[in-house]
């Protein structure tokens, strides 16, 4: 296998889009491209969501469907069974944020206890995902990490984001699904971390079921995963982790700056891919107690990790190593992986279309700034077009 070649082909990365929607994942990636038409278009969204006009037929048959699964998890099916059959799994990821009161911190375990359920009744969804403050309020994280105490109120209200943590990655282990738990803002991260390592020192104790989120972007990553090395190895347990750039970057930035500390963040891109692929390699090199899934849609870093499984003499569907884009971006990397037989997973949002506003956007904003991002998925969209009308 010539791993440099494998992602040019398109036939392979595109096969479950008819024309239309080859068509419309172009059309929409040009829009995508022009940043001051996104920011227009993200305003215009919001309020015209805000202001009850109807609108979500629009943005339901575009930019919804392009990046989301559905607005529930039977909605998602159809997407779920059609990527399975070309070797692709899927992550269901509840992408409702900002909420802030309990009852829907329940609600949210509540859906990713179904999705647990969902996942161990079919073969196509191995993994289940949350982020943290999906169960708790961000204020709670914040406090702990800066080192202050909690209110007795609030030391009880943290008492039952514990137990919701603890609920869902119990029941993970007995239905033996994989949870990865999401990583978010640094100045949060530390509570994060601390109750994920108590999950995994609870529940690793066979193999990794719980996983944490190593964003590669912060420069301390490496050293803290080394640090949770010593921690498994001494206390007999394995790491899961799931290892990304990173997502938060200009508001990580401009919050350092404001507060006046020295950034979290790589001083440059390169900096970071340094370090995203050391942590993998490091990972790799221990795999016989840790488990990792690399989420990344750099082409370069999916070649290492192929290069690395092959000098490993691990199979490519090591059951141990996992990689994972999102859905509706870099499918020449997610089904030429699959199709070469590697373990590959696509993050599925799903949610009604007004809450999943803020992810949809992000996804946008993303695809504008991310250098090379939003040109390569154009120019590979227009290579199967060409294909396709030479074809026929």
Known sequence: MKTGKIFENTEIAFALKNDAQLQRAYLLFKMIANAPLVRIGTALANFALKANLPVEGIIRSTVFDHFCGGVNEDDCLPVIESMYTKGVSSVLDYSVEGKANEAEFD????????????????????????????????YLYETLSAGKTLT????????????????????????DVIVLIDAEESWMQDAADALVTKMMQRYNTEKPIVYNTLQM??????????????????????????????AYMEKENERAEKHGYPTPICESKQATDDN????????????????????????????LVMEQIKDMNLESNDPRVWLGQLYGMSDHISFNLAHHGYNVA?????????????????????????AGQTGRELALLQQERKRRKAKA
Request: proline share 4%; charged share 30%; with cysteine.
């Open 346 to 370: 696509k993050y599925i949002p799903f949610g009604p279309v007004k809450d999943v506003m803020p992810y949809l956007i992000r996804r946008a904003e993303e695809n504008t700034s991310v």
């Open 276 to 303: 995203f692929n050391e942590a993998v390699k490091y990972m790799l090199d221990n795999i016989e107690r840790m488990s990792l899934f690399v989420g990344t849609h750099n082409e370069l870093s999916s070649y």
């Open 217 to 246: 972007y912060r420069h301390d990553r490496l050293v803290f995963l080394k640090k949770e090395e010593a921690l498994a190895k001494a206390n007999n347990y394995f790491l899961g982790y799931k290892v990304v750039r990173g």
């Open 152 to 175: 007795p109120q609030e030391q009880e209200e943290w008492y039952r984001v514990e137990a919701r943590f603890d609920k869902v990655c119990k029941i993970a282990k007995e239905k």
């Open 107 to 138: 609600s949210a375990m509540e859906k990713v206890l179904k999705i647990i359920d969902f996942a161990k009744e079919k073969e196509s969804m191995p993994i289940a995902v949350f982020k943290p403050t999906g169960f708790g309020r961000f």
